[in-house]
């Protein structure tokens, strides 16, 4: 799958979207992909200064790579692997940024890479089972001189164990280390077989000098990293560290600069994006900042996930309100119905006082689409608690959900919950949950038959004149029109049916 590659040196100004689309470097299919090609013709912002052969240094005496024996082709080249959620996505744009700026090529094959690195994730426990399975597809990879690196939560939250399971493995790190990345990267360059950085206690974010932007219509930006919440079920605290905010002038900064490049939609990432504390003497409130980064000339739409049901205030609403580039869509886990459940999750919140904040939200003349979380099968969830969670579905509506079974991860305190629920069980609640979303899903969008709305084109089918694109709410359109270029523009799209999942519509002109 090839992907577009864009470059935000900062303080330089790079090619922008449109020229880049003029150029016909952007591919539809690039949505949904991880790692792929990059296809690029931006120049680096800085010389090739790194030569792959220093990265094969001395080491164990075990596992030492075989000096210089990296074929040619695999020189300076990196193949990064992603799992989990978006700002993993994001990070690894940020990973790519600082290996690009060393020198390094990215590649879309480990085949090809002298450097093959996993960001990881394990929030659940099939995610870091295949993370362990990819790498044991790694195993012999070391003896042809290739450099593996793992990245990401499951890196925080197994350590130097990982050399102990993998030891063909050199480089260990997880995400509240990232800031050293550049370091790390530079030991391995210098000759050190195995470095690691596994520091939870820092207050800085990971900012880079260079981001590699991978989707061209959508540009994220993390604003808040780690979480102060201590929700029993999850390893984020554990893996990502304590919750710190990006100083305020240094994101607007950033959001001009990809104004610059040609980006009309940002996304503002946070793992409780909405608890955002601004570091700064300004200490500019989250619903604040939203309005700040619209009113940046060339931004059209903005966007920020996930939002924690706690922090969620009426003035976020009211910057909604007040500000229609700010887009009509939250995300707002609720995790499940059940006050009991929630309870034992540690969520913060009860069942009357999420749909409070629902209610708020609702209360908006805007249509804001509203998307959550649920997990099913939490220890000591009876069948009238899931109920709940069914009925708080009928409550809400929700327009798109998340869902999952319950999975215990390392370390955290509903390991030890009494009144585990039976796989089987967890199976059977989950695709009761997902037929019911399913119906609902179903009914939202058929309502919106006959309406128009603006969509950000971003992908064009193989079939002549189908192109699909993003609502302000999210929803994905697919649509034909007779435009012989559409691709990064905005335009009228008119629902003439809808699914589940998405809208189906034509372009009006
Ligand atoms: S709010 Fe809870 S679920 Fe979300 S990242 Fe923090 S601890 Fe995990």
Redesign the pocket.
Known sequence: MRKFLNLLPIGKQGLGLQEFVKRGSVTADFLGGKAGVVNCGVSMSKPFDFEIGKLTGPGSASFRPPLGLAPAPERRTFFLETFGCQMNDHDSEKVAGVLLARGYRQVDRPEAAGLILYNTCSIREKAAQKVFSRLGEYRTKQSEGKIIGVLGCLAQQEGEDIFERAPWVSLVCGSASYRRLPQLIAELESGNHRVTGLDLDTDETFETEITRRDNPFRAYLTIIEG?D???S??V??YTRGPERSRASDSILREVRQLADLGYSEVQLLG??VNSYADPTPRRMRFAELLLAVAEVPGIRRVRFT?S?PSDFTPDIVEAMEAQPKVCEHVHL?VQSGSTKVLRAMQ?TYTRSEYLEKIGMIRSATRAIAITTDIIVGFPGESEADFEETLRLLDEVRYDSLFSFKYSPRPNTPSLKLPDVIPEEEKSRRLAVLQDKQREIQSARNGQLTGETFEVLVSGKSRRENQWSGYTSSNRLANFTSQAKELLGTYVQVRVTGATPNSLVGEHVV
Do not use: G, L, N
Request: proline content about 14%.
């Open positions: 979480c919440k201590a929700c079920y999850c984020v605290p793992q409780t996930t924690h886990p969520r």
